[in-house]
């Protein structure tokens, strides 16, 4: 066995060094392109899947969304158990919301929103939606007849944006709008600001101080719809949930990851992608290396008839192949996960990838890295089996004469 293996050894190192370089140069070549985009694909698919969920939980959902439970409609007390909800370690901050239907009116758009309260101090320790104003001002605690935007409720003239067709369209800050609320109130705002997260389920929201809720309102005060949490990175969302339960105020808890379906129908569509992706990757290498075999194995034909005369086992031969096309593979990988690590990562991280909800960055996962590497050896070392089984069960004789 050990005679075998070194005489295999032997004939892949001389079919190596004496064959044609640029035949091995090309093959390693698409190999390593193969690598590549076995790697690419994925870390792009992880660094939108982050990116995603990161903006979901600074503009949309906090960490943790609690919630009246049952078939209540308002949190009782909120005050207070704001207070005792931010002295829980791991929490950062909690901001109230109360969500009231409404229609917003302008010229002759109208719009079906939901008009969330809240209070801008505490929502700027939770949400980031403050830094993406992109007109106007953020709202101020004490401010009355007032209302912000997003990007897809005012459409600002931005005829690029996804929901454009639907929305006001042509609102700026400092316009007036109209706003009938589902009590048959009607009142008339300024528009404060429009904001611009970059997330739709974000950007179709429009929101005014609890001081103005309290007035269209008056029977919420100390009330709440939801209450939205930010925690500490690295802090366990279920130890502060416990806690939570523990005060005994009959609550209903979300976390982040639970209201982004969304995000899930877009991953694994993306998924779905990447797989259909990875398929042809290897049936590409796959191709590659059977066809530089199959081309070897019919030009050396008479050789290999030889060698069997002479005493060589078939093994050997067969064997010989599976090392060189291990030693493309194996090669192809080393260069392809170096350049893609070294080389494309730092390169995409200065100029991102730029999706509807931000900038995506490549993320390698080193599981993933693993398995890839494992099914291009299988796939090299099967495509390089078959020509060369198939040459191994002509007799020599027939190998030798043609």
């Known amino acids: 066995m ?16 004496k064959g044609n370089v640029g035949v091995i140069v090309l093959t ?19 660094g939108a899947n982050v990116s995603m969920n990161s903006i979901l939980v600074r503009t949309y959902s906090g ?30 901050a909690a901001s109230a919301r109360n969500d009231i239907n ?54 600002a003239d931005r005829e690029d944006i996804e929901l454009y067709s639907s929305s006001l369209r042509h609102v700026h800050a400092g316009d007036k709008v109209v706003v009938t609320y589902s009590n048959g109130l009607e009142k008339q705002y300024t528009v404060k600001g429009i904001f611009d997260t970059g997330f739709i389920q974000t950007d179709l929201q429009a929101f005014v101080t609890e001081l103005e809720f309290n ?39 979300q976390t982040w990851e639970e209201t982004a379906g969304l995000v ?44 069997r005369a002479i005493g060589i086992k078939s093994h050997s031969i067969t064997v010989s192949y599976l090392i060189r096309a291990l030693f493309y593979a194996i090669v192809g990988l080393i260069i392809g996960i ?19 909800f931000g ?6 996962q080193p599981s993933y890295t693993a398995r890839m590497a494992f099914i291009l050896l299988v796939v090299s070392l099967t495509a390089a089996f078959i020509p060369v089984w198939r040459v191994m069960r002509i007799k020599i004789l027939d190998a030798i004469w043609g």
């Open 2 to 17: 050990i005679k075998s293996l070194r005489v295999a050894t032997f004939l892949a190192l001389k079919s190596i060094i």
């Open 28 to 46: 390693i070549f698409m190999l390593i392109l193969v690598t590549m985009n076995l790697l690419f694909v994925p870390g792009l698919i992880n």
């Open 63 to 92: 960490d943790i969304i609690i919630g009246p439970e049952g078939d209540k409609t308002v949190i009782n007390h909120v005050g207070d158990l704001i207070t005792r909800i931010e002295s829980i370690d791991g929490v950062v």
């Open 102 to 155: 409404a229609y917003i009116e302008f010229e002759d758009n109208r719009v079906s929103r939901v008009v969330t309260a809240i209070d801008p101090a505490r929502e700027k320790e939770v949400f980031e939606v403050s830094r993406s104003l992109i007109e106007g001002k953020y709202l101020d605690t004490r401010d009355r007849d007032q209302i912000l935007l997003g990007i897809q409720v005012a459409g």
């Open 215 to 253: 007035s269209v309102m008056p029977n919420m005060y100390d009330k709440a719809s939801s209450i939205r949490v930010k925690l500490e990175e690295g802090a366990d969302p279920q130890r502060v949930i416990e806690r939570i339960a523990s005060m005994g105020n009959n609550l209903e808890f």
């Open 264 to 307: 899930e129908s877009m991953t694994e569509s993306f998924i779905l992608i990447n797989q259909i992706l990875n398929v042809v990757n290897y049936l590409v290498a796959g191709i590659t290396v059977f066809i530089v075999t199959y081309v070897d194995v019919v030009n050396r034909r008479r050789q290999i008839g030889i060698q």
């Open 338 to 356: 170096l350049f893609f690590k070294y080389v494309v990562i730092p390169v995409e991280a200065r100029h991102p990838f730029e999706f509807p």
């Open 359 to 364: 900038p995506a960055y490549l993320i390698t």
